[in-house]
């Protein structure tokens, strides 16, 4: 059975650091322009057809069931084109981000890579 992905949310132990990451450096628009990034315990983003947010990790506090806290992410985003891909690892190596693999071809497409500062592996892929 084939279902469609449409929510992606992160947990973060410094959510507000992690939010100024993903809209100043890596560019992506929040839901809520309005919203303030200490007050909130959820942040959104518009990525397109998947909602994609993060939230503090104590907002787990009551959850009664074990569930993985150490084990970092892979989250990859699309770029529509090689100039896309190019201009947006650019953009994070003028922001200081450490690329891990740059404008890198690989089997599924072109990729740059790196990780977030929660640790979380971002892979930035453009396919033909």
């Known amino acids: 059975m084939k279902r469609d992905l449409i929510y992606c949310n ?5 959510h507000q650091k992690l939010i100024e990451f993903y809209t100043n450096v890596l560019g992506l628009d929040p839901l809520d322009k309005e919203a303030d990034t200490a007050a909130e315990k959820w942040y959104g983003f518009d ?3 998947v909602q994609f947010a ?4 104590s907002n787990r506090d009551k959850y009664k069931f ?3 806290k150490k084990n970092p992410v892979l989250i990859q985003f699309k770029a ?4 896309d891909l190019t ?3 650019e953009r994070l190596e003028k922001a200081g981000v450490v690329i891990g693999q740059r404008i890198m071809k690989k089997s599924y497409g072109t990729v740059t890579t ?3 500062p929660d640790g979380n592996v971002i892979e930035l892929l ?3």
């Open 47 to 49: 990525t397109g057809t």
């Open 114 to 116: 790196f990780v977030d």
């Open 54 to 57: 993060i939230e503090p990790m």
């Open 126 to 128: 453009y396919t033909e």
């Open 87 to 89: 201009q947006m690892t």
């Open 66 to 68: 074990d569930y993985e």
């Open 80 to 83: 529509v084109s090689m100039e």
């Open 10 to 14: 992160v947990l973060s132990k410094n």
